[in-house]
């Protein structure tokens, strides 16, 4: 794991003579976070990791909210698994995982899942202790980070340089003009006085605008193009989608095409 330069203090593993590990995997593991409430970031979350089990990936969605969110009820349309994110954490004892394998809900899509309950991860663990026992496993972890992204929770992801972020946000207008104070935002906490514009997290974030209601109106991508270019990673559409607009169970193979086809590419983007 390679840490970013955190100005809140956190970081300083990376270093600008290039003295850090160099354990980067293809693909890269992916954090997924709403810029606000209603942004789609557990549907791309599991959009992404559903892609990823179809090509045949090993892949686990973890729910990296901050007090549980419904991404193994949204998800799990194979088996949903009564053992939590805490309880495989801890399951041999001795700060030890039990075998991830065996606590993964299911999806018929091939991914694993784990849910988090309320209860605060304990022993000082962090979700990059989760991310790390996940790697171990031999298993790529795209975690819903839900939202804010300003979330204690998050920052141990954040400061990690190979997770790649994925910031969603709902196809309305407050929604793309708030956008550049969250970028902003990042910039100030994992940002480094040589990263010019396009470079650090900022520069590999990328932004997903998700379409909540039918039509095919681009002009909120479009504005975000025209303003964001050069500065983030890359900007992509995920098109309305009935399955996913029921808000119920998710089951990937039922996804129109078109929308099977933008995670497709979203995926292309963010895990090399």
């Not at 100005?7 to 293809?26: C, N, P, V, W, Y």
């Not at 929770?153 to 972020?165: C, E, G, I, K, M």
Request: net charge negative; with cysteine.
């Amino acid at each position: 794991m390679r840490l970013r330069r955190n100005k809140q203090g956190g970081g300083g593993g990376a270093t600008d003579t290039g003295e850090e590990l160099e354990t980067q995997r293809s693909p890269r593991p992916i954090l997924v976070v709403g810029g606000c409430g209603g942004a789609g970031a557990t549907t791309t979350a599991l959009g992404i990791a559903g892609e990823l089990g179809m090509a045949g990936t090993p892949t686990v969605a973890v729910d990296a909210t901050a007090a549980g969110s419904d991404i193994a009820l949204r998800g799990a349309d194979e088996h949903l698994h009564p053992i939590s994110l805490q309880s495989w954490l801890y399951g041999r004892g001795n700060d030890e995982p039990a075998p991830v394998k065996e606590c993964l809900s299911l999806a018929t899509s091939g991914i694993g899942l784990l849910w988090r309950d309320a209860a605060p991860l304990r022993r000082r663990a962090t979700y990059l202790t989760v991310a790390r026992a996940i790697d171990d496993a031999g298993f790529t972890g795209v975690y819903d980070g839900g939202s804010p992204i300003a979330g204690r929770q998050l920052r141990p992801l954040l400061d990690d340089s190979d997770v790649a972020l994925v910031l969603a946000i709902p196809a309305r207008a407050d929604a793309a003009n708030r956008l550049r104070v969250t970028l902003e935002w990042l910039d100030d906490q994992y940002g480094d006085a040589t990263e010019g514009q396009g470079g650090g997290i900022v520069g590999d974030t990328t932004v997903v605008i998700s379409h909540q209601l039918p039509g095919a109106d681009s002009r909120i991508a479009d504005h975000l193009r025209e303003h964001l270019s050069g500065w983030v990673r890359d900007i992509r559409e995920i098109p309305y989608d009935p399955h996913l607009a029921r808000g119920e169970l998710v089951r990937h193979s039922a996804l129109a095409p078109d929308t099977r086809r933008a995670y497709g590419r979203l995926l292309a983007g963010v895990a090399s």
